[in-house]
């Protein structure tokens, strides 16, 4: 019984490592579909829009991991037609996240560390 709980001990703290680790660029970019409405139009940015990124924020731990949601919502900015760079910039202000960069094709994503 001792060896059959253990072994479900690390089968729970292993899905909770993969569920805690960085998000794909897929993920970054279609968790932020709630938000185009917001970076097209204006206005005021969903709670949806708002959670994932979020989520997409706390789950980039590393340098490395931060580096690549950045560059994630960097292609993301360039990929979509329509949105606007102003919208796009003030949407972690207006969603209540902390992100050390501007949203934004001009940003340079490895002049942030994240120490």
């Given at each position: 019984?001792?060896?059959t709980l253990a072994k479900l001990a690390c089968v729970l703290v292993m899905c909770m490592?993969?569920?805690e680790a960085a998000m794909t660029c897929?993920?970054?970019q279609g968790g932020m579909?709630?938000?185009l409405g917001y970076l097209t139009k204006g206005g005021t940015p969903s709670a949806g829009c708002c959670t994932n990124l979020r989520n997409m924020v706390n789950s980039a731990r590393t340098t490395a991991d931060r580096q690549n949601a950045c560059k994630c919502l960097k292609a993301a900015a360039a990929k979509f037609q329509g949105i606007n760079p102003t919208n796009?910039?003030?949407l972690p202000s207006n969603c209540k996240v902390n992100i050390p960069?501007?949203?934004s094709i001009s940003?340079?994503?490895a002049r942030y560390p994240y120490s």
């Open positions: 019984m001792a060896g490592v993969v569920a897929n993920q970054i579909a709630p938000c796009a910039a003030r960069y501007k949203i940003t340079n994503c």
